[in-house]
């Protein structure tokens, strides 16, 4: 199975994901609470700010020494990442490539079939890449999850590549 899936067509610049890496990416998604606080993709401006905050109260209160708390909260992120659902938005990587004027929809490649959808469609989708903290190798490398949680239950598998037209 290709982990590498391209973004061609009717765009600027091809971009090629691979799905092994977005583990390490900050803008994942945890899918077990994602449909449940209401699909709230935060801003990252905003929880960097915040983050910031929170780790310069905490130098000011406690010191710069770290704490015990923090080693918990270390190996629980980490034990989070070895076990979890993840997902990462598609549109950050559609805007990178640049759609032309021209490309109205977007067609999924998959090994059963194609599904078209509006260009501006595809700024909605998740696309999961670990489930239960396994890479998708068995119907992946990636599923296409509405943000709305209508197909949840029943992803897009086995995508090989998007295609604009």
Do not use: C
């Amino acid at each position: 199975m290709e982990s590498i899936v391209p973004i061609k067509g009717k765009v600027k610049f091809v971009i090629t994901l691979d799905s092994g890496v977005w583990i390490f990416d900050d803008r994942k998604i945890d899918l077990s609470t994602f449909f449940d606080e209401g699909s709230i993709i935060k801003d990252e401006l905003e929880e960097y700010t915040k983050a910031v905050s929170k780790h310069w109260s905490r130098e000011i209160q406690e010191g710069a020494t770290y704490p015990p708390t923090l080693k918990t909260e270390k190996k629980y992120e980490k034990e989070k990442v070895l076990t979890g659902s993840f997902a990462i938005p598609f549109s950050p990587f559609l805007k990178n490539a640049e759609p032309l004027e021209s490309a109205s929809k977007i067609v999924v490649e998959t090994e059963t079939g194609e599904y078209s959808y509006g260009l501006h469609e595809a700024n909605d989708w998740l696309l999961g890449f670990s489930k239960d903290g396994k890479p998708l190798k068995e119907d992946g490398p990636i599923h296409i999850i509405f943000k709305d949680g209508s197909n949840k239950e029943d992803p897009i598998k086995h995508v090989k590549a998007f295609r604009l037209e």
